[in-house]
Each structure stands twice: as C-alpha cells, then as structure tokens.
C-alpha cells in the first residue's frame, strides 16, 4: 500500500506528543476542585493535538506520495549534530574559541574550497560580535570556565 | 497631535536615524540573499536591540523587515530567484524586464511602487490604529480571550499547506506555553523538576531557534549548488510619463497591501499575486503581462510593502501579529517592557507615534537607497552561502543567552532550530507556534478570568456582543481554509 510516509511518520509522533502530556497533565497537582483550573487547558490543548495529530495519519493514506530523500538530511543532519556540540562546548571552552572550532569545522566538512576564507571567516567573525555586542553594546557573551 | 509632533522630534535625532538606516541596509542585504527571509533576519538581529532604548531598537527591527521586503524584489528582478516569498509576483514582469536590457527601469519601478505603497500603508496605520486601539479599550477579559482565541485560529488555519499542520502548529506554541507556573493559581506544570522551565519557555530563544537556526540548517541542503551569479544592470531610466501611467496601479494596489495586512495570517507572497491579478485585470491589453509589463511590477511591489504597515494594526492595537514578523516585533516590544495592545497607545502614546514617523523615514531611505545603492547590494549576492550558515549559528548562540545571560536559553534555541527544521520538512509553520505561545498565556488567564467573573456561567461569551462575534469569526475561520485554497488556486494559475 502506497502512502505518505513523512506525514504517517509526523502525525505518529503529533499524536504520541499529545498523549504524553495529556497524561502529564493528569498528574498536575492542583488545590482547586474546579474543573477550570491550572490542568484544564493542557487537557484541551492535548486532546486537540491529538485528534488532529490521528487526522495527519489517516490524511497521510489520501496525500500524494512525498518523494524525500534520506539523503537531503545528511547535510543539515551534520550541521546539527556539529552545532549541537558547540552548544555543549561553550561553557567549558567559551564563546569564542568554540565559535572559531564550529565555523572552522563546519567550512571544513561542506569542502570549502577558498582557503584564505576558511582561516579568515572565523576570526573575522568572532571578531565582529566581540566588537559590536561586548564593545559596542555591552551585550553579555557567554563565558567558559577554562576561558 | 501633540503625541504626535513629540514623537516626531524624538524620532528625528541622528541616533534613531542611523539605527533605521542601519536595519534598513541590513534588510535589504538579507533580503537579496535568497533563503534568508525577512522574519529570520529581524530574528538574528534582535538581540542587538536588547541594550537598546526602546524607539531605535524597534526602529532598527523595522527597518529590517521593510528593508528585507524590498531587498527579495533586487533577486526578483535581476536574476529571477525572489530573495523572499514577498517578491514572486515581481519576478513575473521583473526578471523578462532585465532580458529586454531594462532591468535598472524595473528597479526603479519597484523602488517607487514600494516607497509610495509603504508611505501610503503607514498614513493608513496612524489613521487607523488609535481609533482602533480606542474600542479595543472596552475590552476586559472574555472578549480578550475570544480575540486570543480568533488570533490563534487564523493564523493556524491560513498559514501553511495544510490547515492540520498549522493547528497542529498553534496547539504546540499553546500547549509550551502552559510550561511553567500557572498564571492564575502559580502551580507548577511540566518544569520536569527544573528550575530554568518554572518561569516557562523563553520566547526569544524559541524565536531565534525556528526562524534563524531552522532555517540555517535548511540551507545546508543547497550548499552544494553553485550557480554563478552575473548581474548587469543596463542605464535605462523611467520616463516621467511612464511613471504617471503606474500611479493607478501603485494606489489601487497599496490599497489592497495594507487592507489585506491587517488580516492576520494573509501572506506577503499571496497578497502581491492578488495585486498582481487586479493590475492585470484593469489592464487594457493583459497579453504584455509576463512579458515585462511595468504594472506587472508596481503592483505586487506596492501591495507588498503595504503589507507590512497593515500588518502592524493588528499587532499594536491588538496585540495579534498579522504575520511572522509581526510575531518576532511583538516579542522584541514585550523584551523592551511594552505591552502591545490598546494600553500601548494609552501608556506609551509618544513611543508608537514615534515608531509611526520612523516607519515613514525608513520608506524613504528605501527610495533613497533603492535607487542609488542597487549595484552595491546585488555584491551581496557574490558572499558564499557555506559562510552564511555557521555566521548565522553563530548569531543565534549569542542572541539567544544574551536576553537572560542564561545558557539554558542557547540549549533551548538549538532544541527549537532542529524541531524547527523538520517543521519544514514536514509543512508545518513555524508562525502559529510563535503565536500560540504569545497568545496562550493570555488566552488562558482570561479564560478563567472571565469564568470567575459569571461565577463558571458559559453564557458570558455568548452575551457579550463582542465576545460573541469574535467567537463566529474564529468558527468562520476554521472552515475558512478551504475558500482560501480555491481563491490560491484561481490566483496561481496567472
């Protein structure tokens, strides 16, 4: 059977979503014994989320065919998992060493061709948000503990 | 009046000045840029404003997002790839414009179409808003619950391909808001026993996370086309007489932009095809139109830049944002302590009218910049994307710790950029996310609010005139996504 896949698979996870909190939602302790209290909307909004998440799957068998590839993830999938240790490194190396490291390493993984750009951008970079948020307007960057 | 002229000299310093020039230039560079869109650009650099006082950091944001709307017409022209969804339509008659060795006519064109329908739009907006914001002053809180509510419902129900999707979208925005404790009662839901969700999720980050990260991480797919980009622009000016024959067009137009913007949840792209279409039909021979027709440039320029100051109605006198950057500028005015609403023009009477005359600066700069700066920004186009990505990642990291200095908030952009990014994947807006999670705390505490008040009686939203009507238009709205599907389908097929 032909079906949408990419939507079976969102509506799956809409509705799993909305059942996990609806479930949560019980558990809030409330001291009011009105049905309007502080659980009332989390169960609206969770029910709702599920009735629709169940519509994406039946609409999934009615939808065209949607012809993703796996292999279109593959970059921003890299990208993501690149950032996402950035984001774990700032609070030990801080704001600018990683920044230099991520920029640095993501020019590095998509081939960039032009190397006087690829040492130049990430100091170039950092450069520039030192100059215009900390200096220009005393925005605070984020420290790490070695630096 | 006299909010007015105050608001007139405090905008008129060089400071504020150079800040709109600043976002205007900045807009319209991201604008070229294709991928990089409008609401992701005010996103990136609204952490920027943070230390900022309230009426150029605003300024500064909008002059961005005109800018950026301008800015996607350049590409339209020049080199048929719209920089944003806003310019589409132009490139119909831009870009045939530029193979007849015309292109800087067509520029021209855009420039003054966009400069008089965005002048045009903000005179509307200063009419309008007070009075608006003057009956929205009866409000209390069953019709603010039922305005939420229709809020939420259009805006889900218009944006997107699938009316699902974006409900979908809307309950999620709504359901992060009940994160945190309880407006009413302050129990504590779903902090997971952490201390950064008690006082909820942060907007901003979630903000900086769908918008820019998402959309950085989009990009990464097309890294590796690398289509040469040659732009010439050939001396043809705009006659005078020529020019005369558009004033119809960019009136009728600009009427339409700022009418349509003050729906919320109507499209900049759909709005300039209707525009578009109208040109069209009042044209005595539609056979030029595709062709390099100039109508078929002024209209959809005029009607989108009028967009943004309709756009802004809704947002300021009622505080539901007409689109997505409306969303972004209604959080970067709740950073800046403003609540937009009616109690804006009340309170802060001078700040708005102060934003009103900076709106009408930042037009004229893109007149003034639009046509003399064109060559200048299309270089833009020559900065490789693979550069543009880690920049933006990197902007994002430090908009998103930068509100609170609070590194839960970078962690919380990352999460909202990779959920983002498979929302696009998937066809789900981004927009009533943001809109769910503005709205759902007002929603809510009104909600109950107004049940204290008729002692748990339903009745009350039924009662109440206002209440009752903005209660229809939201039920109209939620059958509403099928007329709009065969309206889009008629305009498309242009």
Not at chain 2, 454 to 472: E, H, K, M, N, Y
Request: glycine share 10%; charged share 10%; hydrophobic share 55%.
């Amino acid at each position: 059977m032909k079906f949408n896949i990419p939507n079976f698979i969102s509506g799956i996870i809409v509705t799993v979503l909305g059942l996990f909190f609806l479930i949560l939602s019980f558990g809030i302790k409330t001291n009011s014994n009105d049905i309007f209290n502080a659980s009332f909307m989390p169960k609206v909004y969770t029910t709702l989320i599920i009735l629709f998440g169940i519509s994406i799957i039946i609409n999934s068998f009615k939808d065209k065919i949607n012809h993703q590839t796996l292999k279109e993830y593959k970059g921003p999938i890299l990208t993501m998992l690149l950032v996402t240790i950035y984001v774990i490194v700032i609070p030990i190396l801080g704001y600018y060493l990683s920044t230099i490291i991520m920029i640095f390493a993501f020019l590095f993984i998509v081939k960039f061709e032009n190397r006087v750009l690829l040492v130049l951008t990430p100091f170039i970079a950092s450069a520039l948000i030192y100059a215009v948020f900390e200096i220009l307007l005393q925005v605070p960057i984020p420290k790490g503990s070695l630096f | 009046m006299d909010v007015l002229m105050e608001g007139f000299s405090n905008t008129l310093t060089f400071n504020t000045i150079l800040f709109i020039f600043l976002g205007v230039i900045s807009g319209i560079a991201i604008g070229v840029l294709p991928g990089l869109t409008a609401t992701m650009g005010v996103a990136l650099l609204l952490p920027i404003t943070f230390g900022m006082e309230p009426l150029p950091g605003i300024l500064l944001l909008i002059g961005v997002y005109f800018g950026a709307v301008y800015g996607g017409t350049i590409t339209a022209i020049l080199i048929n790839t719209p920089g944003t969804p806003a310019s589409a339509a132009t490139a119909l008659d831009g870009y045939p414009m530029t193979q007849k060795g015309e292109a800087r006519k067509a520029l021209t064109i855009a420039t003054l179409s966009t400069s008089i329908g965005g002048i045009i739009s903000v005179i509307v907006l200063i009419l309008l808003a007070p009075q608006l914001a003057n009956f929205a002053l009866q409000f209390s809180a069953p019709e603010t619950f039922a305005l939420a509510l229709f809020g939420i419902t259009i805006i889900s129900s218009l944006t997107g391909k699938s009316f699902a999707k974006g409900i979908v979208a809307g309950l999620v925005g709504l359901l992060i808001a009940t994160i945190g404790l309880d407006p009413i009662g302050g129990t504590q839901r779903f902090t997971f026993g952490s201390m950064n969700l008690n006082n909820g999720v942060n907007l901003i980050p979630v903000m900086i996370g769908l918008f820019a990260a998402a959309e950085a991480f989009r990009s990464v797919e097309k890294l590796f086309s690398k289509d040469k980009i040659e732009v010439a622009i050939k001396k043809t000016k705009l006659k005078w007489s020529e020019f005369k024959s558009l004033i119809t067009t960019i009136l009728r137009s600009a009427g339409i932009g700022t009418f349509v913007g003050m729906i919320p949840g109507s499209g900049a792209d759909i709005t300039a095809f209707i525009a578009y279409n109208e040109a069209k039909r009042f044209s005595k021979d539609k056979s030029k139109f595709g062709k390099g027709e100039m109508k078929g440039i002024a209209a959809p320029e005029a009607a989108n830049s009028s967009l943004t100051g309709g756009a802004m109605i809704p947002m300021l006198t009622l505080g539901i944002p007409g689109d997505a950057v409306t969303a972004v500028l209604l959080g970067a005015l709740i950073v800046q302590g403003l609540q937009p609403g009616p109690m804006l023009f009340e309170q802060d009477g001078v700040l708005v009218y102060g934003l009103f005359i900076g709106m009408l600066i930042a037009n004229l700069l893109i007149l003034i910049l639009g046509i003399y700066g064109t060559r200048f920004f299309t270089k833009v186009l020559l900065i490789p994307k693979a550069i543009l990505v880690p920049v933006i990642i990197m902007l994002c990291a430090v908009g998103s710790y930068s509100l609170g200095n609070n590194y839960f908030d970078v962690i919380v952009m990352l999460v909202f950029g990779i959920i983002g990014y498979f929302m696009i994947k998937n066809d789900f807006p981004a927009s009533p996310l943001i809109l769910g999670l503005i709205l759902g705390p007002i929603m809510e505490s009104n909600f109950r609010r107004a049940l204290v008040m008729s002692q748990g009686d339903f009745s009350i939203f039924i009662t109440r005139p206002i209440t009752a009507v903005l209660l229809i238009f939201a039920f109209i709205t939620l059958f509403s996504p099928l007329i709009i599907k065969l309206i889009k389908k008629k305009y498309r097929k242009i």
